[in-house]
């Protein structure tokens, strides 16, 4: 009679299955971490609007990776928190804008009306509404995103050539 025991190749073989399996989950946190940290670099690096007050560069921010480091269970996210991100992200149609909440009592006691003031050539202008012409895209997110994907994708094949060589040891 011939008998075989494979019980110990089936529990080394299990063992670096799982060994596998942390390694491609770290290297999927990794991964995460990496991508949104340079899509949100790149959105802050390649815009093309004004960046006067530094309000909408200094949101943009990288969520760090959360998540239990399965596949498909670690999210990470690049966030535009300004009021106005999505407005010049994706553009704006001529508008009006128009006064509000501006109603202080004049000299003589009464309230005033609502003003919009700013400054043109170097001189003060107040004026009820103003039309807006509009603004193009800057589409800056949409470039944190493809930056994100790129990296993500080059990080994903380092960590599963990773995965594979845990595997095979």
């Not at 609007?49 to 996210?77: F, K, M, W």
């Amino acid at each position: 009679m011939l008998t075989i025991d494979i019980g110990a190749a089936v529990a080394a073989i299990q063992d670096g299955w799982q060994e596998a399996q942390r390694e491609l989950a770290g290297g999927l946190e990794a991964a995460v971490d990496r991508a949104v940290t340079e899509g949100a670099a790149e959105a802050r690096s390649t815009h093309r609007y004004q960046n006067r007050s530094h309000d909408l560069t200094d949101s943009i921010q990288a969520t760090p990776p959360r998540g239990g480091g399965r596949a498909g269970d670690v999210e990470g996210e690049i966030r535009a928190d300004a009021g106005h991100a999505s407005f010049v992200d994706a553009g704006t149609s001529p508008h009006v804008i128009k006064a509000r909440n501006a109603q202080q009592p004049g000299k003589n006691g009464k309230a005033r009306k609502p003003m919009l003031r700013f400054r043109i050539g170097g001189q003060w202008v107040s004026k009820e509404q103003v039309n807006h012409p509009g603004t193009a895209p800057d589409a800056f997110m949409g470039r944190a995103y493809q930056k994100a994907e790129r990296v993500l994708e080059a990080e994903l094949e380092v960590a599963a050539v990773r995965a594979v060589e845990r595997f095979g040891r």
